[in-house]
């Protein structure tokens, strides 16, 4: 049996990718039409929270070969090195034990949540469920937000050229997308700048544009 410290030494020693991807490099996302617009691995239907679902019953690799052949591993690795991360955050579980059980599930030995639980018996199995199913929907929940971030950031991007066309600088839409919040926002205060009114001005008093 491996102490938890030699454990997390050897986890530790992979290249993380702990910290939230960029939308461009992102291994979860929502696509129109693709499962109902649910949290998907990329380039496959197989929607994140039913990964971490089946990790309560079997190891990682079986689950790639059997059950989800289209998914990547290394997607399904970081999908877990960021759950872990939420999971502590959360509280579900102290930072130690999310990184022993995340990063056993996605290693090379073949863990199974049984399998770390006859090691680590003084974590308990509910414990361990409510984490991986926390992290599904936490990771579902992400790309959610980064979606509605990435459109917001093309809105601005659109105003602040429709903007400039009409003769206002950039410092202007800087100003009026800094208070958005969705690209909705953006678009109705760049209708009501183009048809006259004080878009900003309406806005930082909560009115409708």
């Known amino acids: 049996m491996r102490s938890a410290a030699k454990r997390l030494d050897a986890l530790r020693g992979r290249s993380s990718t702990v910290e939230r991807a960029s ?85 090379k030995w073949h863990v199974s949540l049984d399998g770390f639980l006859d090691e680590y018996p003084e974590v308990s199995r509910d414990r361990c469920v409510a984490a991986l199913r926390y992290a599904g929907a936490a990771l579902a929940a992400e790309a959610e937000f980064e979606q509605q971030a ?38 109705r205060w760049l209708a009501g700048y183009l048809l006259g009114g004080d878009a900003l001005a309406r806005a930082a008093r909560g009115e409708e544009p």
């Open 150 to 187: 990435d459109r917001l950031d093309a809105a601005a991007a659109l105003a602040v050229r429709i903007l400039r066309r009409t003769g206002q600088g950039g410092d202007f839409a800087i100003a009026l997308c800094s208070e958005a919040e969705t690209e909705a926002d953006v678009y």
């Open 23 to 107: 939308p461009r490099d992102a291994v979860i996302v929502r696509r129109p039409g693709v499962m109902g617009g649910a949290a998907c691995f990329r380039g496959t239907r197989v929607n994140v929270e039913t990964l971490f679902v089946n990790l309560v019953a079997d190891d990682l690799d079986t689950i790639v070969d059997e059950s989800f052949p289209t998914l990547d591993r290394d997607d399904c690795i970081a999908a877990l090195e960021r759950g872990a991360v939420l999971v502590a955050e959360a509280g579900l579980l102290t930072r130690e034990e999310a990184q022993l059980l995340f990063g056993l599930l996605g290693s």
